[in-house]
């Protein structure tokens, strides 16, 4: 096997953990309401959408990255510093082909 393919079953690994994280920390926040939830709004969606786009699940990872845009842009507006962070990889996943 060479370096660089081993080095890509390795990213392969962490974004497969990431995404195994992700989504069990999204679990527990699940019950609250929105305004319990605002410091962590888009956080889980925009981990969920880097672990698939790792994966290259580029429609599923679209689909997480619009969302946690959409959930920031929708909380904190379009400056704040979390908005600006959901909207870079949306912008790189966007150009990504399936």
């Known amino acids: 096997m060479t370096k660089h393919c ?6 392969a690994g962490l974004a497969v953990e990431a995404l195994t994280e992700a989504r069990c920390a ?7 309401p929105d305004h319990q939830r605002l410091p ?10 880097t672990a698939l786009f790792g994966l ?13 845009h959409g959930a920031c842009l929708a909380s904190f507006g379009p400056g ?4 600006v962070e ?3 990889p949306l912008e790189r996943i966007v150009g990504a082909r399936p």
């Open 80 to 83: 704040h510093r979390r908005t």
């Open 40 to 49: 962590e709004t888009g956080a889980v969606e925009l981990t969920l959408a």
């Open 56 to 68: 290259r699940r580029v429609p599923e990872a679209r689909r997480q990255s619009a969302a946690a």
């Open 26 to 32: 999204e679990k527990p926040h699940r019950p609250f």
């Open 86 to 88: 959901a909207r870079t």
């Open 6 to 11: 081993r080095s890509g079953v390795f990213v």
